[in-house]
Every structure is written in structure tokens, then in C-alpha cells.
Nanobody, 126 residues
Framework: QVQLVESGGGLVPPGGSLTLSCKVS????????IGWFRQAPGKEREFVTA????????YYADSVKGRFTMSRDNAENAVHLQMISLEPEDTAVYYC???????????????????WGRGTQVTVSS
């Protein structure tokens, strides 16, 4: 059974930075597509970023491009999401998700991911 555990959420002021981590256990980590999604109150879950394997391109939502950076550490079975220049609109619960390698056209679709963490809250507010 694949399990994902997010950490690193918190309260930051606008313009601040935060790094989220997702530890993955079970399965073969380096064969999984890993994605980050977020869900704000009253809104649908939305794609943030995804990577199919270390060394492949990483894809970002337009709203976070240039501000968020995803990295994966195959030795630690972990992924990290570095977030800078945070805005109040980034406030959401952030989820890490995994699936056996997805085709490119599917990586932004939450229903294609098999495994999900419980999420970590990010609040951007002064």
C-alpha cells in the first residue's frame, strides 16, 4: 500500500516563502508520477505541479509558474515544493498525490492519481 504524508504547511505573510514536503512509502517511488494539488475553501481541487520521474520535465499551473519549484529525491522517497512570493490566493490545503507513470495528457487530472496524502494547510495572510 502506497502512503503519502505531507508536512511543512503553516501561516506566512504575503510575499513569504514556505517549503512543503511529501514522504512516500510503499511502491516503487521512482516509477510514480507525483503531483501536488490544492483546494481552497469553496473551490474545487486544482492542479499545482507534477513530475513523472526525476530528470523529466516538471509541469506547473500558470498561477504558480515562476514562484513554485517542485523537486524529487529518489534516495529519500520524497518530493518537495518550494514556494516563494506567496499570495493570499495561494491559501489552500495542499495535497500530494501519486500514480503509476501517467501519460502527459493526464498529469493535471486529479482523478488519474491513485494515492493521496491527507493534506497540509497553507495560509497566506498578514
Amino acid at each position: 500500500q502506497v502512503q503519502l504524508v505531507e508536512s511543512g504547511g503553516g501561516l506566512v505573510p504575503p510575499g513569504g516563502s514556505l517549503t512543503l514536503s511529501c514522504k512516500v512509502s510503499g511502491g516503487t517511488f521512482n516509477t510514480y508520477t507525483i503531483g501536488w494539488f490544492r483546494q481552497a475553501p469553496g473551490k474545487e481541487r486544482e492542479f499545482v505541479t507534477a513530475n513523472r520521474r526525476k530528470g523529466d520535465n516538471t509541469y506547473y499551473a500558470d498561477s504558480v509558474k515562476g514562484r513554485f519549484t517542485m523537486s524529487r529525491d529518489n534516495a529519500e522517497n520524497a518530493v518537495h515544493l518550494q514556494m516563494i512570493s506567496l499570495e493570499p490566493e495561494d491559501t489552500a490545503v495542499y495535497y500530494c498525490a501519486a500514480a503509476p507513470r501517467l501519460i502527459l495528457s493526464s498529469i493535471r487530472l486529479s482523478d488519474q492519481y491513485h494515492y493521496w496524502g491527507r493534506g497540509t494547510q497553507v495560509t497566506v495572510s498578514s
